[in-house]
T-cell receptor
Framework: KQEVTQIPAALSVPEGENLVLNCSFTDSAIYNLQWFRQDPGKGLTSLLL?????REQTSGRLNASLDKSSGRSTLYIAASQPGDSATYLCAVNQGGSEKLVFGKGMKLTVNP | EAEVAQSPRYKITEKSQAVAFWCDPISGHATLYWYRQILGQGPELLVQ????????DSQLPKDRFSAERLKGVDSTLKIQPAELGDSAMYLCASSRRETQYFGPGTRLLVL
């Protein structure tokens, strides 16, 4: 059974820091991996999707990398801003069924 | 930009009552998902539809939960009777290819 882990569960940093969020998964046979952002009481916003054949994806200040063989992904946030404060979730798609298996998320607080 | 619509946004009910949630996916998205997210946890799939057919409902508590997508467009998730442990955020998502787009969710509180 696929399990997705995100450590730490919460992180508080001052504005301007470069951040690395970690995600690990137990079964490396994935189809793709997706990073989401969730604001309090809201739905999920897709940030980046990495196919299993890709190593990384970039969008603005965000860069996500994937090392499928080691079961790890990182989300890099450059020059963090208070508006980046949210919970970040990592999810893997095993393929075929398109079902997403989520981690518990990491709550990020960026202090001005 | 097209979005997934859900209603109601919030629902408070007493245990043993029936509740229903509605989801309207992005137009043209054949795949629709219902997830449940307990506070502090990641979402977990309850049911997945491809058009009007159920693809995966292995985690749906079928003794009290039901879901339908009669015309392959919008969908309804029902709980009857509701239990205290059903308090959670219920998220609907849709996809045409690989990226899933999520709605704002329905937050359910069972008293």
């Amino acid at each position: 059974k696929q399990e997705v882990t995100q450590i730490p569960a919460a992180l508080s940093v001052p504005e301007g820091e470069n951040l690395v969020l970690n995600c690990s998964f137990t079964d490396s046979a994935i189809y793709n991996l997706q990073w989401f952002r969730q604001d309090p009481g809201k739905g999920l916003t897709s940030l980046l999707l990495i196919q299993s054949s890709q190593r990384e994806q970039t969008s603005g200040r965000l860069n996500a990398s994937l090392d499928k063989s080691s079961g790890r992904s990182t989300l890099y946030i450059a020059a963090s801003q208070p508006g980046d404060s949210a919970t970040y979730l990592c999810a893997v798609n095993q393929g075929g069924s398109e079902k997403l298996v989520f981690g518990k998320g990491m709550k990020l607080t960026v202090n001005p | 930009e097209a979005e997934v619509a859900q209603s109601p946004r919030y629902k408070i009910t007493e245990k043993s009552q029936a509740v229903a949630f509605w989801c309207d996916p992005i137009s043209g998205h054949a795949t629709l998902y219902w997830y449940r997210q307990i506070l502090g946890q990641g979402p977990e799939l309850l049911v997945q539809f491809q058009d009007e057919s159920v693809v995966d409902d292995s985690q749906l508590p079928k003794d009290r939960f039901s879901a339908e997508r009669l015309k392959g467009v919008d969908s309804t998730l029902k709980i009857q009777p509701a239990e205290l442990g059903d308090s959670a955020m219920y998220l609907c998502a849709s996809s045409r290819r690989e990226t899933q787009y999520f709605g704002p969710g329905t937050r359910l509180l069972v008293l």
